[in-house]
């Protein structure tokens, strides 16, 4: 599985987009991109998921470059629950199933 | 409502000592896995199940085993509890299909270890 590689730390201002950046230089052509967050000790939540082509849902965006070896997950508006680790996981759609997790990146929203 | 437990919540425990994380999902899943928690380390894979009968071995697996005897459980022991052990552990299920997409796992609540 490629590895990933995320910001440790951003801020983003409550009611404004926030954008947190992936970088999986090593991905190949059938691995997906896999977006979670971790509220508090909770178990993680996922997010959102794509292959190549942008992905939209209620929760969150995600875009990824034409080369793949990027993606940007995008809050339109961030709320103070929004607050979390977010990690960014990249894995293969045949056989093997596990996820490898990398550190994530901590989104603060800010009052 | 379809959903992933674990069992119990929090433990304490004393070294040396056998134990038994539970771990059970009504979604029918092929899939279980089994994560820890810790600080600077993000999750980290333990043991892993596609199906009944079969485990494998994660990237920290010493000191850990788990059996799936059925579709909905995959209790996790460990044999020997260390204080290295102690830790948050984590229980996740994913669907497997022959269409090749990407299954999305979904997570417990967690149970919090300590080991003393």
């Known amino acids: 599985d490629a590895k990933t590689t995320q910001p440790t730390s951003m801020d983003c201002a409550e009611g404004r987009a926030a954008n947190l950046p992936c970088n999986h230089s090593t991905i190949s052509g059938n691995e997906y991109v896999y977006w979670y967050r971790q509220i508090h000790s909770q178990g993680p939540q996922y997010i959102i998921h794509g292959l190549k082509n942008n992905e939209t849902n209620e929760m969150a965006s995600l875009i990824i470059t034409e080369d793949r070896k990027s993606s940007t997950l995008i809050l339109p508006h961030a709320t103070l629950r929004d607050t979390a680790v977010y990690y960014c996981?990249?894995?293969?759609?045949?056989?093997?199933?596990?996820?490898?997790f990398g550190t994530g990146t901590r989104l603060k929203v800010l009052a | 409502d379809a959903e992933i437990t674990q069992s119990p919540r929090h433990k304490i425990t004393e070294t040396g000592r056998q134990v038994t994380l539970a771990c059970h999902q009504t979604w029918n899943h092929n899939n279980m896995f089994w994560y820890r928690q810790d600080l600077g380390h993000g999750l980290r894979l333990i043991h892993y199940s596609y199906g009944v009968h079969d485990t494998n071995k994660g990237e920290v697996s010493d000191g850990y085993s788990v059996s799936r005897s059925n579709t909905e459980d995959l209790p996790l022991t460990l044999e020997s509890a260390a204080s290295s052990q102690t830790s948050v552990y984590f229980c996740?299920?994913?669907?497997?299909?022959?269409?090749?997409?990407?299954?999305?796992?979904?997570f417990g609540p967690g149970t919090r270890l300590l080991v003393l």
């Open positions: 996981i990249v894995r293969a759609a045949y056989g093997t199933y596990k996820y490898i």
């Open positions: 996740a299920s994913s669907e497997s299909s022959a269409s090749g997409r990407g299954e999305t796992q979904y």
